[in-house]
């Protein structure tokens, strides 16, 4: 508490003691000449234009090479790559621009700075270099979006025949996972049916729902595609996979979707990184309240045979969660509730 | 440039401290507001119709929000830079909010949201359209006031009524708003799915309501002044690139802000009347609520349709004064003066058409996306002449380093830099990767952030001496450029690196992922780095406020050598502007260095053979 007062202190005296530099500064110039000050804080301040060019890019390459090994995220997905190739070549263009504008502005700064006997050059427009400098920009940003939507599309598009379908449902703050049960289809659910103890409102009257696992990790078959089903069911959230290159928001109300394929294996991954502990995590991407930043989940990447010992191990949400609980009543209740209503609807309709 | 003269259907002659105006034909009219010469100490200072001193109002209401929402973001800093360790004075200081002297999320996710809302809005909309559009509009066109200066009165007190409703939501006993300033339901439509979503939530609405009238108040103002009050002599074409900015800044927010309005007004109904227009399917606290059949990506769009407008809103005043600045201190004339004011229009233009670029991954149909990668890459270009023309305008200059100019310069290199990040978030395949990191957080803050900041910097230093007949300290503004221009850098840049590796924003704190808890050691830095130009925005305030009343007095009229008609005011510019005539413009503003002469103002009538633009 104190030292805090003190070090604020601290901080006032020095504003004030670099305050009372400035205007003696102020007082001197006077004595010495206003234009010969002017033109000295000239030469320093187009000095420092070159300094700050000089040691910014300096500053950047260093910070690049030093921060590499954090930044660059190994990609574990098929679309990865092609993003990540992307990211290329749009940095080798941005870069190049970046280079010389930034050149170009702090160069001029610094060569045609004030000076005595200097003119500077009566040049109001050139329409053939204003030219020039739409159609390359132009051309760039061409290539780019021609690039950027081929890959759009692609993973964007329908998902392969064969993959292997999750659904995930973001709520305050966590993750709910279900899998398709040996029958390879997710049973329906709606809604109406979400309790405490069914917190995805899975309708158990859909035979295809019997089979149903709630596992509280999501598990993935390397190599092969897998579509995910995305819903929320309280406010919007985000399924943020950082290593697949995967984001997609999590809308109450609306179900999204996306599809990839991992290509690295958590065990490979360890390997690659030396990091024994090495998880790939789902993070929440969409801010959805103050737990926010606690939102995770984990995915373990493994082999088709693992994969398949690991499902023969999950019971089934219904059988181990529902069936002779009190929420198996609950759900009926609900389910008959609901068939009135459309019973009634029906008939109003009819007359 | 051959643009008919458009003569302004009102030619007032100023008659010393009469209340007249004469109109076109002679005849001199009553017009009671004119009435300066009664200025009481309540007229002058606070219900002033002066479009000067209401400039001067909005200019000091947003350095206030700029010294809050500055501060917010010291605070939430501290934790991101030292997550977990005790600081028993914020505790002294904000009691339950940081407990043990640890910012607790709920405060952390109230301080990021209104850091967001203040800047965007009371600064960087408000503070600089609000100063740089009154002071500049009528002495840069030659008119005496605005069009109606007492709806700009008024648009001054909407605002202020905005910041008092703002600023009490803090004092609730939930806190402000903690929703994101983005405000998405149905986080922010449901009371109980956060804790500033409920009284909090109200207050920002209003808050943000009475905003919006006073910038649709400001901006009808300004357009009907840019348009019909131009002195003798001032085409558009002959219009200095800060009133072009400004009057495009005006259309863009008349145009934009009601949709704005439109979707905080059906959020409003969500919140209390029980409808549904972004809610469904909720189900929350373990009951599920009545409301059925809306959508929440809807408010997205109403939003965004406002918000991409808005980014521009908040920069195009920063081009304008950013253009001006360079060119008066290059003692050059701007470079292509008509492709300047062409991509402007190109700019605010597309702007209405890139929104979704915002939702990419919202579940937006693939097919309307790409069309809005296209559109949002095509923005570039004018982008990219803009920046090319303000370097070819330094070029062959013979430039004086007036704090204003470093700024400018600084601008521009900051635009460059946060302008190219949008080219990455603008392809949609990239904005997978990179949407809500922060890559996002460094583009927005580098582009919009830090150069506006500037743009309004090099503003303040320019016109400083137009505004308090005083020169601001050059050497302190020295110290104050250098500082926050190394300073914001070390701040942003590093925050690409964080994106890259998918650290999400708003996050208060990154422990419980291993993929994101490696930059412990930058984030400390950062904010070592946002504490330093915060103390630098100090050194800045003490200079602003001491000159007011200590700088050195002006003893030319014109310090810069300046082309524009403001500086042929008298060095204490009256209610009125001009005491005499309203000056006439012969010429473009940017003929310096021309024939030998340094400058030549807009005033002096052309000399033989001489053409009127350049
Ligand atoms: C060169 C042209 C630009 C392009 C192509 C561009 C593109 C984008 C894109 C695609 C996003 C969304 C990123 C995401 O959320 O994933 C974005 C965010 C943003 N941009 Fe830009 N931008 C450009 C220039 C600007 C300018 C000039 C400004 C402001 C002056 C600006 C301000 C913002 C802001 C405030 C956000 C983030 C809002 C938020 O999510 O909180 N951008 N930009
Ligand atoms: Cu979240
Ligand atoms: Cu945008």
Same mark, same amino acid.
């Given at each position: 508490?104190?030292?805090?007062?003190?070090?604020?202190? $601290?901080? @006032?005296?020095?504003?004030?003691?670099?305050?009372?530099?400035?205007?003696?500064?102020?007082?001197?110039?006077?004595?010495?000449?206003?234009?010969?000050?002017?033109?000295?804080?000239?030469?320093?301040?187009?000095?420092?234009?070159?300094? !700050?060019?000089?040691?910014?890019?300096?500053?950047?390459?260093?910070?690049?090479?030093?921060?590499? *090994?954090?930044?660059?995220?190994?990609?574990?997905?098929?679309?990865?790559?092609?993003?990540?190739?992307?990211?290329?070549?749009?940095?080798?263009?941005?870069?190049?621009?970046?280079?010389?504008?930034?050149?170009?502005?702090?160069?001029?700064?610094?060569?045609?700075?004030?000076?005595? &006997?200097?003119?500077?050059?009566?040049?109001?427009?050139?329409?053939?270099? /204003?030219?020039?400098?739409?159609?390359?920009?132009?051309?760039?940003?061409?290539?780019?979006?021609?690039?950027?939507?081929?890959?759009?599309?692609?993973?964007?598009?329908?998902?392969?025949?064969?993959?292997?379908?999750?659904?995930?449902?973001?709520?305050?703050?966590?993750?709910?996972?279900?899998?398709?049960?040996?029958?390879?289809?997710?049973?329906?659910?709606?809604?109406?049916?979400?309790?405490?103890?069914?917190?995805?409102?899975?309708?158990?009257?859909?035979?295809?729902?019997?089979?149903?696992?709630?596992?509280? /990790?999501?598990?993935?078959?390397?190599?092969?595609?897998?579509?995910?089903?995305? *819903?929320?069911?309280?406010?919007?959230?985000?399924?943020?996979?950082?290593?697949?290159?995967?984001?997609?928001?999590?809308?109450?109300?609306?179900?999204?979707?996306?599809?990839?394929?991992?290509?690295?294996?958590?065990?490979?991954?360890?390997?690659?990184?030396?990091?024994?502990? #090495?998880?790939?995590?789902? =993070?929440?991407?969409?801010?959805?309240?103050?737990?926010? !930043?606690?939102? *995770?989940?984990?995915?373990?990447? /493994?082999?088709?045979?693992?994969?398949?010992?690991?499902?023969?191990?999950?019971?089934?949400?219904?059988?181990?969660?529902?069936?002779?609980?009190?929420?198996?009543?609950?759900?009926?209740?609900?389910?008959?509730?609901?068939?009135?209503?459309?019973?009634?609807?029906?008939?109003?309709?009819?007359? | 440039?051959?643009?008919?003269?458009?003569?302004?259907?009102?030619?007032?002659?100023?008659?010393?401290?009469?209340?007249?105006?004469?109109?076109?034909?002679?005849?001199?009219? &009553?017009?009671?507001?004119?009435?300066?010469?009664?200025?009481?100490?309540?007229?002058?200072?606070?219900?002033?119709?002066?479009?000067?001193?209401?400039?001067?109002?909005?200019?000091?209401?947003?350095?206030?929000?700029?010294?809050?929402?500055?501060?917010?973001?010291?605070?939430?800093?501290?934790?991101?830079?030292?997550?977990?360790?005790?600081?028993?004075?914020?505790?002294?200081?904000?009691?339950?909010?940081?407990?043990?002297?640890?910012?607790?999320?709920?405060?952390?996710?109230?301080?990021?949201?209104?850091?967001?809302?203040?800047?965007?809005?009371?600064?960087?909309?408000?503070?600089?359209?609000?100063?740089?559009?009154?002071?500049?509009?009528?002495?840069?066109?030659?008119?005496?006031?605005? =069009?109606?200066?007492?709806?700009?009165?008024?648009?001054?007190?909407?605002?202020?009524?905005?910041?008092?409703?703002?600023?009490?939501?803090?004092?609730?006993?939930?806190?402000?708003?903690?929703?994101?300033?983005?405000?998405?339901?149905?986080?922010?439509?449901?009371?109980?799915?956060?804790?500033?979503?409920?009284?909090?939530?109200?207050?920002?609405?209003?808050?943000?309501?009475?905003?919006?009238?006073?910038?649709?108040?400001?901006?009808?103002?300004?357009?009907?002044?840019?348009?019909?009050?131009?002195?003798?002599?001032?085409?558009?074409?002959?219009?200095?690139?800060?009133?072009?900015?400004?009057?495009?800044?005006?259309?863009?927010?008349?145009?934009?802000?009601?949709?704005?309005?439109?979707? $905080?007004?059906?959020?409003?109904?969500?919140?209390?009347?029980?409808?549904?227009?972004?809610?469904?399917?909720?189900?929350?606290?373990?009951?599920?609520?009545?409301?059925?059949?809306?959508?929440?990506?809807?408010?997205?769009?109403?939003?965004?349709?406002?918000?991409?407008?808005? @980014?521009?809103?908040?920069?195009?005043?920063?081009?304008?004064?950013?253009?001006?600045?360079?060119?008066?201190?290059?003692? *050059?004339?701007?470079?292509?003066?008509?492709?300047?004011?062409?991509?402007?229009?190109?700019?605010?233009?597309?702007?209405?058409?890139?929104?979704?670029?915002?939702?990419?991954?919202?579940?937006?149909?693939?097919?309307?996306?790409?069309?809005?990668?296209?559109?949002?890459?095509?923005?570039?270009?004018?982008? =990219?002449?803009?920046?090319?023309?303000?370097?070819?305008?330094?070029?062959?200059?013979?430039?004086?380093?007036?704090?204003?100019?470093?700024?400018?310069?600084?601008?521009?290199?900051?635009?460059?830099?946060?302008?190219?990040?949008?080219?990455?978030?603008?392809?949609?395949?990239?904005?997978?990767?990179?949407?809500?990191?922060?890559?996002?957080?460094?583009?927005?803050?580098?582009?919009?952030?830090?150069? $506006?900041?500037?743009?309004?910097?090099?503003?303040?230093?320019?016109?400083?001496?137009?505004?308090?007949?005083?020169?601001?300290?050059?050497?302190?503004?020295?110290?104050?450029?250098?500082?926050?221009?190394?300073?914001?850098?070390?701040?942003?840049?590093?925050?690409?690196?964080?994106?890259?590796?998918?650290?999400?924003?708003?996050?208060?704190?990154?422990?419980?992922?291993?993929?994101?808890?490696?930059?412990?050691?930058?984030?400390?830095?950062?904010?070592? $780095?946002?504490?330093?130009?915060? #103390?630098?925005?100090?050194?800045?305030?003490?200079?602003?406020?001491?000159?007011?009343?200590?700088?050195?007095?002006?003893?030319?009229?014109?310090?810069?050598?300046?082309?524009?008609?403001?500086?042929?005011?008298?060095?204490?510019?009256?209610?009125?502007?001009?005491?005499?005539?309203?000056?006439?413009?012969?010429?473009?503003?940017?003929?310096?260095?021309?024939?030998?002469?340094?400058?030549?103002?807009?005033?002096?009538?052309?000399?033989?053979?001489?053409?009127?633009?350049?």
């Amino acid at each position: 508490m104190t030292t805090s007062v003190l070090v604020i202190l $601290a901080i @006032v005296m020095f504003a004030l003691v670099i305050f009372q530099l400035a205007k003696t500064t102020e007082f001197v110039a006077i004595l010495r000449g206003e234009d010969k000050t002017r033109l000295e804080s000239d030469r320093i301040n187009s000095r420092l234009m070159v300094v !700050f060019l000089v040691a910014g890019m300096a500053a950047l390459f260093w910070s690049v090479a030093y921060f590499k *090994k954090h930044m660059i995220l190994e990609s574990a997905s098929v679309h990865g790559e092609w993003i990540d190739s992307m990211f290329n070549v749009t940095l080798l263009f941005t870069g190049v621009a970046f280079v010389l504008t930034q050149i170009a502005l702090f160069y001029f700064a610094w060569r045609y700075k004030h000076t005595k &006997d200097r003119k500077a050059l009566y040049y109001p427009e050139n329409n053939k270099l /204003e030219m020039w400098w739409t159609i390359i920009p132009a051309m760039v940003l061409t290539t780019l979006v021609v690039i950027g939507l081929y890959r759009w599309f692609q993973i964007t598009g329908p998902e392969p025949k064969d993959s292997n379908v999750v659904e995930i449902t973001g709520k305050q703050f966590s993750w709910m996972l279900r899998y398709p049960g040996k029958d390879g289809k997710l049973g329906e659910n709606r809604f109406e049916y979400i309790t405490e103890g069914n917190g995805v409102g899975i309708d158990f009257n859909d035979p295809r729902s019997r089979d149903d696992f709630m596992p509280s /990790e999501m598990h993935l078959v390397v190599n092969r595609p897998v579509l995910l089903r995305i *819903k929320a069911r309280d406010v919007i959230h985000d399924v943020g996979i950082p290593h697949f290159r995967v984001k997609m928001d999590a809308v109450p109300g609306i179900t999204t979707r996306f599809w990839f394929i991992p290509t690295i294996t958590t065990e490979e991954m360890r390997k690659k990184t030396g990091n024994p502990d #090495f998880t790939y995590e789902i =993070a929440c991407d969409q801010l959805c309240g103050t737990g926010h !930043f606690g939102m *995770k989940g984990t995915i373990v990447v /493994e082999s088709q045979e693992e994969y398949d010992k690991w499902t023969s191990t999950q019971k089934s949400f219904y059988e181990s969660g529902i069936q002779g609980t009190a929420e198996e009543k609950k759900f009926a209740e609900i389910s008959m509730q609901l068939k009135n209503a459309e019973a009634a609807k029906a008939n109003t309709t009819h007359e | 440039m051959s643009d008919p003269v458009i003569n302004p259907p009102l030619n007032p002659v100023y008659t010393g401290d009469t209340t007249h105006r004469q109109d076109s034909t002679g005849e001199i009219h &009553d017009h009671g507001h004119h009435e300066h010469h009664k200025d009481n100490f309540i007229t002058k200072y606070i219900f002033s119709q002066d479009h000067k001193m209401i400039a001067k109002q909005f200019l000091i209401t947003g350095m206030f929000w700029a010294l809050v929402g500055g501060m917010l973001s010291v605070i939430f800093r501290v934790q991101l830079g030292f997550p977990n360790q005790a600081f028993p004075i914020l505790e002294t200081i904000f009691g339950k909010w940081a407990p043990g002297g640890i910012i607790s999320p709920d405060f952390y996710y109230m301080l990021i949201t209104m850091h967001g809302t203040i800047l965007v809005f009371f600064v960087l909309t408000a503070g600089l359209s609000g100063t740089f559009a009154n002071l500049l509009i009528p002495l840069q066109i030659g008119a005496r006031d605005m =069009a109606s200066p007492f709806l700009n009165m008024l648009s001054y007190w909407f605002f202020f009524m905005a910041s008092v409703v703002m600023l009490a939501s803090f004092f609730l006993p939930q806190g402000a708003s903690d929703v994101g300033w983005t405000a998405y339901p149905p986080l922010s439509a449901v009371h109980e799915a956060s804790p500033g979503s409920g009284a909090g939530m109200d207050f920002w609405l209003i808050g943000m309501a009475l905003f919006i009238f006073s910038s649709l108040l400001g901006g009808l103002n300004y357009i009907t002044t840019v348009l019909n009050l131009r002195t003798k002599g001032m085409s558009m074409s002959k219009m200095p690139l800060t009133i072009w900015a400004l009057l495009i800044t005006a259309v863009l927010g008349l145009l934009s802000f009601p949709v704005l309005l439109g979707a $905080a007004i059906l959020l409003i109904f969500d919140r209390t009347i029980g409808t549904s227009f972004y809610l469904d399917n909720i189900f929350i606290n373990g009951h599920a609520l009545p409301n059925d059949g809306g959508n929440a990506i809807l408010y997205q769009h109403l939003f965004w349709f406002l918000g991409h407008p808005e @980014v521009y809103i908040v920069i195009l005043p920063a081009f304008g004064l950013v253009s001006e600045v360079l060119a008066t201190n290059a003692r *050059k004339p701007i470079f292509g003066y008509r492709a300047m004011i062409l991509s402007l229009l190109a700019i605010a233009i597309i702007a209405f058409v890139v929104w979704a670029h915002h939702m990419f991954v919202t579940g937006l149909n693939p097919f309307v996306a790409s069309v809005f990668v296209f559109l949002t890459l095509l923005v570039a270009v004018p982008s =990219a002449i803009k920046v090319f023309n303000w370097i070819a305008t330094v070029w062959q200059g013979n430039i004086k380093f007036a704090p204003a100019m470093l700024f400018a310069i600084g601008f521009v290199s900051m635009f460059i830099s946060g302008g190219l990040t949008g080219i990455f978030l603008g392809n949609s395949a990239l904005d997978i990767e990179l949407h809500d990191t922060y890559f996002v957080v460094a583009h927005f803050h580098i582009v919009m952030g830090i150069s $506006a900041f500037f743009g309004m910097f090099a503003g303040v230093y320019h016109w400083f001496p137009k505004m308090y007949g005083r020169l601001m300290n050059n050497t302190l503004g020295y110290i104050h450029f250098w500082v926050t221009m190394v300073g914001a850098y070390m701040i942003f840049w590093p925050m690409h690196y964080m994106g890259l590796a998918g650290v999400p924003r708003r996050y208060y704190s990154f422990d419980a992922f291993q993929s994101f808890n490696m930059f412990g050691g930058l984030n400390e830095f950062i904010t070592m $780095a946002a504490m330093l130009v915060f #103390f630098a925005q100090l050194l800045f305030l003490i200079n602003f406020f001491y000159s007011i009343f200590y700088g050195r007095k002006l003893t030319n009229e014109n310090p810069w050598q300046s082309n524009t008609l403001e500086w042929t005011t008298p060095i204490k510019t009256g209610h009125g502007n001009w005491p005499g005539d309203l000056p006439t413009v012969y010429r473009w503003p940017y003929d310096y260095s021309k024939n030998g002469d340094e400058y030549i103002p807009q005033t002096t009538p052309l000399r033989e053979g001489e053409t009127g633009g350049h």
